[in-house]
């Protein structure tokens, strides 16, 4: 057998889980470490086979914690690295989770959410981590976080989060769930040059010079590897330009602003929305991943019974699209937001929403979706307050 | 006017100095042997790269002049499995203490030690917590005093040459930081070796252990590791346990050769794939028979 290609164009049928895989390594993914979690263990297996053949590396990690810290190591190696996992998981990562964040290290981690707490239900869809991905890890910090809804975004979202995650130099979040990974559906993998990819900026200037957590512009610093002479020191301690310990409250106020002011003042750049209907909506379904294929279907038989229902899908749940909300919370009567955990999203919808249009949740505590007449009977509340 | 230089500065970030370690510490001995190793060794210093965990002993990775990461408490292992496995030109060296690699980080230590990824790590054993301020570790000798063994500690510690052995470790010695000749040879062994490797060096903390045990300051410590120790290379690790009113058994004792994690993969997805993994594996044989 011969090397395979790294970019498999063309027309496949594969669930999400392959799919998010096939992204990954579209994008540049080379290095893969990961511990089997039911409902995202296909991830790992895909990357086990196709990684070799692309000349990377699959590593299976003796727990979820080992499996990301490979991940930040390998990405410091100066190759793009991602690990996938579900609710149990990703509770274990969050410590080094924040570790990402802090030495502004690239890489992607995929939450396939199940149902939970614990255990909960791991072959059974839930959304009920998205909390946890904006605050799991201890300390001040933003994140980015994308909610596939397909089987095809599970491919195309993973290599927007690999281009992010370089962009910014910050660990980025897949937020899929276990219907979207394990969704069989139709997958269009377009040719490699057609596929956008962003890299990390190096620092390619004498090493002397160099300074770790010197930022640009655009608040992130240049990167480089290990071995490649810049004799770098990177520490989860609160550092310096030099990446140098501090312990001055002025350091930790530098630091710690611009590592959330580099994805707030971004945030434009990082959004993504889905819209269908909003232009005259009196009342808008707010909803993400999964969620929002049913609440699709809710829209549709509304507006079949002629009210002014619209759509919005959160690609981008974190950071939260506030300016898009307050808007439409200026001229809506309603937000309605079906999501499968008992109230997360729609808290930052009513926060958005301040008292000037209702927000009415759809809750599930997970286990399955929603059926799309439990949004309807919501929207037929909104249109009778 | 002459700039006065120490002659390690080369390896050492000086402006980092003073360092944060106490009056009496040993792990600044520990450090100043790894230097020695390398600059011995001649290995590519920019390929060389230092990696620990949390704890005393872990602030080693920000003294000296080479790439180092501070990582995680327990982490240090996972991350630098990543980081080799990523870029296998680099020389990977753990440095860390037994809190961090045997308790928090045990898991980690086992596991790398299975698959023997090219690694080496040293462990600076000083049987305490010594950042936090003396709680009783995996290494706390029986009945030994610390803030949460008031009564004297009743868990067993671990042997931690036994450990990383059976855990298949193709390197495994233990000094202390009394014998700092045979602690450079054997860094420099560990760093040379193929696979995981482990030295575990003893050292004293004369605030968090030595103090509360009343086992005097720091040079008593040091009188105690000169005098009290027994050089048994290749004794069984089975049978090196630290226990109170025995010698400290010293040595190396293992030392063998086992395929790494890296030449066991090639070798397998060699028969499955023509490149890239072929031309290297058979760049590998021939490596070997100019060797021999």
Redesign the interface.
Same mark, same amino acid.
């Given at each position: 057998m011969k090397r395979g290609p790294a970019v498999l164009t063309g027309v496949h049928f594969i669930n999400g889980d392959v799919a998010c895989a096939e992204g990954a390594l579209a994008a540049g993914c080379r290095f893969f470490a990961g511990y089997p979690i039911t409902p995202a263990t296909e991830i790992a297996e895909r990357m086990a086979e196709r990684l070799p053949e692309v000349g990377g590396t699959f590593l299976q990690m003796e727990d979820e914690i080992a499996s990301i810290s490979a991940v930040l190591g390998a990405s410091w190696a100066g190759v793009k690295a991602m690990t996938a996992t579900s609710g149990p998981g990703f509770s274990l990562m969050m410590e080094n989770l924040g570790f990402g964040y802090m030495t502004e290290t690239p890489c992607v981690i995929v939450n396939v959410q199940r149902g939970g707490p614990s255990t909960g239900l791991p072959t059974l869809v839930g959304q009920g981590d998205m909390m946890q991905a904006r605050w799991g890890s201890h300390g001040d910090y933003e994140t980015i976080a994308l909610a596939p809804s397909s089987a095809q975004e599970m491919f195309d979202l993973t290599i927007v989060a690999f281009n992010l995650s370089e962009k910014y130099r910050l660990p980025v979040l897949i937020m899929s769930d276990a219907v979207v990974g394990h969704i069989t559906e139709r997958v269009i993998i377009p040719p490699e040059a057609e596929i956008p990819i962003v890299n990390r900026k190096r620092f390619a200037g004498p090493r002397g010079a160099y300074l770790p957590y010197l930022p640009e512009d655009d608040l992130v610093p240049p990167m480089v590897a290990a071995g490649e002479g810049y004799r770098v020191y990177i520490t989860g301690l609160t550092h310096d330009e030099r990446g140098y310990p501090s312990t001055s409250p002025d350091v930790q106020e530098r630091l710690v602003r611009r590592l959330v002011e580099k994805v707030r003042r971004n945030a434009h750049d990082i959004i993504r929305l889905e819209e269908r209907g909003v232009e005259d909506a009196e009342v808008v379904l707010v909803a993400y991943g999964i969620s929002a294929r049913v609440a699709y279907r809710a829209m549709e038989l509304a507006r079949a019974a002629g009210r002014r229902v619209g759509w919005l899908r959160l690609i981008t749940v974190w950071p939260f699209p506030e300016e898009r909300l307050r808007e439409l919370a200026a001229r809506v009567r309603a937000f309605i937001v079906p999501e499968l955990n008992l109230g997360q999203i729609v808290r930052e919808v009513e926060r958005c929403a301040a008292g000037r249009a209702l927000t009415i949740p759809v809750l599930r505590p997970g286990g399955a979706v929603h059926d799309p007449r439990e949004i309807l009977a919501a929207i037929e509340e909104a249109f009778h307050v | 006017m002459s700039e006065e230089r120490h002659p390690l500065d080369h390896l050492l970030?000086a402006?980092?100095l003073p360092h944060i370690w106490c009056p009496g510490c040993g792990i600044g001995i520990a450090m100043r042997c790894l230097v020695l190793a390398l600059e011995e060794l001649r290995i590519p210093r920019?390929?060389t790269?230092v990696?620990s965990g949390i704890g005393c002993s872990a602030r080693v *990775? =920000?003294y000296v002049?080479?790439? =180092?990461?501070?990582?995680?408490h327990?982490?240090a292992i996972?991350?630098?499995?990543?980081?080799?496995? *990523?870029?296998p030109?680099?020389t990977v060296i753990v440095f860390s203490g037994d809190g961090d690699l045997a308790a928090i980080g045990g898991?980690?230590l086992i596991?790398a030690a299975r698959r023997n990824v090219d690694l080496t790590v040293i462990c600076v054993n000083n049987f305490i917590y010594g950042m936090t301020g003396g709680q009783f570790g995996p290494t706390t000798p029986l009945a030994a005093r610390s803030t949460t063994t008031p009564y004297g500690n009743f868990e067993p510690p671990f042997n931690l040459p036994a450990v990383v052995a059976a855990s298949g470790a193709v390197y495994v010695a233990r000094w202390t930081v009394f014998h700092v000749r045979r602690l450079i040879t054997a860094l420099r062994e560990a760093i040379t070796k193929k696979g995981f490797s482990f030295v575990e060096v003893l050292s004293p903390c004369p605030t968090g252990y030595l103090r509360r045990n009343q086992l005097g300051d720091a040079l008593d410590m040091m009188r105690f590791f000169k005098t009290q120790s027994e050089i048994r290379h290749g004794a069984p690790p089975a049978e090196v346990g630290i226990e109170l009113g025995r010698k400290l058994i010293l040595g190396k004792f293992v030392d063998v050769e086992r395929p790494t994690y890296h030449e066991r993969m090639r070798r397998q997805?060699a028969a499955?794939?023509?490149?890239?993994?072929v031309e290297k594996a058979s760049e590998e044989v021939e490596a070997k028979e100019v060797e021999s």
């Open positions: - | 970030r402006d980092r920019d390929h790269v990696v *990775a =920000g002049r080479l790439d =180092g990461f501070h990582t995680t327990g982490r996972p991350f630098a499995t990543g980081l080799k496995l *990523a870029n030109d680099l898991n980690h596991h997805l499955f794939f023509t490149e890239p993994y």
